[in-house]
């Protein structure tokens, strides 16, 4: 139910006849619940909205936002843009600010939950410009097990694989890794890496130290770097080695 908070509609309130929900958010201009999801907060807010599921049924969602562009032009589920109102401020300017800290004996707090599938390139997150900062840790994933292959092509699911087999590598495919991703490739048993077979159109000529072969071992690591140089081209490049 929408109702004006105001004559002049100051503000908007939906769903909430009696203000109590709202009274948690007293600056927001916009407020729309589905529930009372115990939370609240004094800043000015041009849309507020909270759900709570209690039900056991279904998820709560205080604001779902899909969008649909054709042609060239891009959908925009969300975007949003932060200022500040001087350049001699000194407040951060955040777009985006997502907490996570609920007390729970099961499942994770994910403080942004992205998925990306199904495009020509997928990016479950793009930085444009800036650094990125994290004060807690950064976890990887260990990816699907690859056999080995006189080319072998390595999947999205990590960055450090397992290599399985005992087909010399001679290539590794550069699809879907951009210059500056690194991998590690850890033998399960013996395999030679060779260094220096000329690139095939994407399998992509590995540069191993010394110029000379790798014969792993079972436990042996091979860490490698993809980049592009002006003398030498595009390779993948040893950072380093355990022999174990």
Known sequence: MLQPYSENFRKIRVNDDDGTYAADFPLAKLYSNAGDSGGSA?????IAAEASAIDGDNHG???LASATADGDKFGFGISSTALVKATGDTG??????????????????????SRAANGATNYSFYGK?????????????????????????????GNVFELT???KVDLISNLGWNNGSEITLIANESVAIDHGTAT??????????????YSMTAGDTLKLVLSTTTADGQAWREVSRSVN
């Not at 004094?42 to 041009?46: F, K």
């Not at 951060?92 to 939950?113: K, L, M, P, S």
């Not at 410009?129 to 092509?153: F, H, K, V």
């Open 42 to 46: 004094t800043s000015y807010i041009g």
């Open 61 to 63: 969602v205080g604001v």
């Open 92 to 113: 951060d300017a955040r777009a985006i600010q997502a907490n996570a800290t609920a007390t729970h004996a099961g499942g994770a707090n994910y403080g942004i939950y």
């Open 129 to 157: 410009e800036g650094d990125i900062y994290n004060e807690g840790r950064t976890l990887g994933m260990q990816g699907t097990d690859i056999a080995s292959g006189t080319n072998i092509s390595l999947p999205s699911d």
């Open 165 to 167: 087999g005992t087909t």
């Open 200 to 213: 095939s159109t994407t399998n992509i000529t590995i540069k191993l130290l010394a110029a000379c072969d």
